[in-house]
């Protein structure tokens, strides 16, 4: 089946041949002829099959070839990483028509977007709260809306937004089509389509004798030590066959260090955390795209905005909070029908935790294996050649020379104009030898330097630091009985 079999125009059928997409994903196949015929749709499906294209092609299509200006379709995602990525998949689609596509987040500034909208956009992907910004600034208006997607809803309840995603459909027409796509269908979110959907269809395009994980991604599970970790990753970052690599850490201190460990290990690694401004997160993300960097170090705030193929692992450097976490982060793998593997590392305090994960996710018997940096099973299980060592290069500190060859000019450590090594005696404070020694007690305190040691250079340290401590010298007056 193609795209053209699922009545999509030619040109975004060509548009996104152009970028290799050629076959519909299941959940693509399953809700697009429902979408174009204007259905209010729930689409549950496992993260990584294809749902920003499941909905965005028939909104695409339902505004026409030369859609006039203004806000007339909204998408609304819980992560600013994620509103970049379905913005950027809407504009791969929409690359031959007149349709204009913004994305409006937080952490950026307002008058790029604002221009935007002024200029005519007519889809807008955004989160919540950067929107109920905007329109309450009346720099958005919602009131043309035809179609709304809320994606990744089990996020927006994981984030506290429901609030928020129920002012932004009160602000649009009721008669609108509606389109709701998540990973899991929690109570809440189910409460929210009864209440602003109309007659939805509930699409589940997963394999029933599959279970929560994708098939096409294995899982492995290490009980290792915290004082060990950085030695694995450094190991396992040198499998055979690995590609792009992301890894989750609990927090944002925790991420920046890794990356600062890794780096000077010799990988290529960046970091998105939120401590970064919005700036340096994109920067990050961009060159993890574009290969520049083939490993990225994330908090779970990037978890959901990470939509790149060819992602061969995940690491998940401490066990997520719960069974949705790691369904989301796994997710980064596996992606577009592909194989992946997902490394999960255990502390002991956490073994709790990964109970139940493991019972909420349904996994065959497979428990902790206690694992070091040396441990056999670790290079068997992922391919990694049994030679390798957790350094892929010497530390690239340079540590500057401490003499210079003959006929180099003097450099700042005080040696002689003809570039000699500069004689010992100058090593010692107050010494009188060349002009390299006069250099080194330049700018000294002067009760350094007036007396400050004897005439062969040599400097009583023990004596200095009498008179100092006495005052003058003399000796001290004893204590009256």
């Known amino acids: 089946m193609t795209f053209t079999d699922l009545n999509i ?15 519909p994903f299941p959940i693509q196949s399953q809700t697009i002829p429902l979408a174009l015929d204007g259905q209010d749709i729930i689409g ?51 690359a031959n028509r007149e349709t204009k596509i913004v994305a409006i987040y937080g952490g950026k500034a307002y008058e790029g977007q604002v221009e935007q909208l002024k200029a005519g956009a007519q889809i807008v992907v955004g989160t919540p ?27 927006m309840l994981d984030l506290g937004f429901l609030p928020d995603v129920e002012k932004l459909f009160a602000q649009t ?45 294995k899982h492995v599970i290490y009980r290792a030590h915290s004082l060990d970790k950085d030695e694995v990753i450094a190991r396992i970052l040198q499998a055979e066959g690995r590609g792009k690599t992301v890894i989750f850490t609990r927090t944002k201190r925790a991420a920046a260090k890794l990356v600062e460990e890794l780096n000077d290990r010799g990988f290529n690694a960046a970091a998105v955390h939120g401590d970064l401004n919005q700036e340096q997160r994109e920067r990050a993300m961009a060159a993890f795209k574009a290969g520049k960097k083939d490993i990225l170090i994330a908090t779970d705030v990037a978890a959901r905005g990470i939509d790149v193929n060819d992602v061969t692992h995940v690491i998940n450097h401490t066990v997520p909070d719960d069974p949705d976490a790691y369904l989301h982060r796994a997710g980064r793998t596996g992606r577009a029908g592909k194989t992946g593997i997902a490394v999960t590392f255990v502390d002991w305090d956490d073994l709790h935790k990964w109970g139940l994960i493991h019972r909420g996710l349904k996994f065959g018997p497979q428990e902790p294996v206690e694992t070091y940096s040396s441990s056999p099973h670790l290079f068997t299980d992922l391919d990694i050649p049994t030679d390798v060592k957790g350094r892929l290069r010497a530390s690239t500190i340079v540590h500057e ?58 400097a009583p340290t023990r004596r200095r630091r009498t008179r100092r401590r006495t005052g003058g010298g003399s000796t001290p007056t004893p204590p009256v009985a």
């Open 44 to 94: 549950q499906a496992k993260t990584g099959t294809g749902k920003t294209f499941g909905f965005g092609l028939p909104l695409i299509q339902a505004l026409g070839l030369h859609p006039e200006p203004g806000v007339q379709a909204l998408v609304v995602v819980p992560t600013r990483e994620l509103c970049v990525q379905v913005a950027e998949d809407l504009e791969i689609a929409a």
């Open 129 to 155: 709260g950067r929107l109920l910004d905007l329109a309450g600034q009346h720099l958005l208006s919602l009131k043309n809306v035809k179609v709304m997607v809320l994606d990744e809803a089990d996020k």
């Open 173 to 217: 027409d009721p008669t609108r089509h509606t389109m709701l796509f998540s990973a899991t269908m929690p109570g809440p979110v189910v409460a929210l389509a009864r209440r602003f959907m109309n007659k939805p269809i509930h699409i589940r395009a997963t394999d029933p004798d599959e279970g929560l994980t994708q098939a096409n991604i």
């Open 401 to 458: 020379p401490r003499a210079r060859t003959a006929g180099s000019t003097g450099g700042s450590n005080g040696g002689s104009a003809d570039g000699g090594s500069r004689p010992p005696r100058q090593r010692n404070r107050g010494g009188s030898g060349s002009s390299g020694g006069q250099q080194r007690t330049e700018g000294k305190p002067a009760h350094l330097e007036a007396g400050g040691g004897a005439h062969d250079g040599t």
């Open 9 to 23: 125009d030619q040109d975004m059928v060509d548009a996104l041949a152009s970028k290799g997409i050629i076959e």
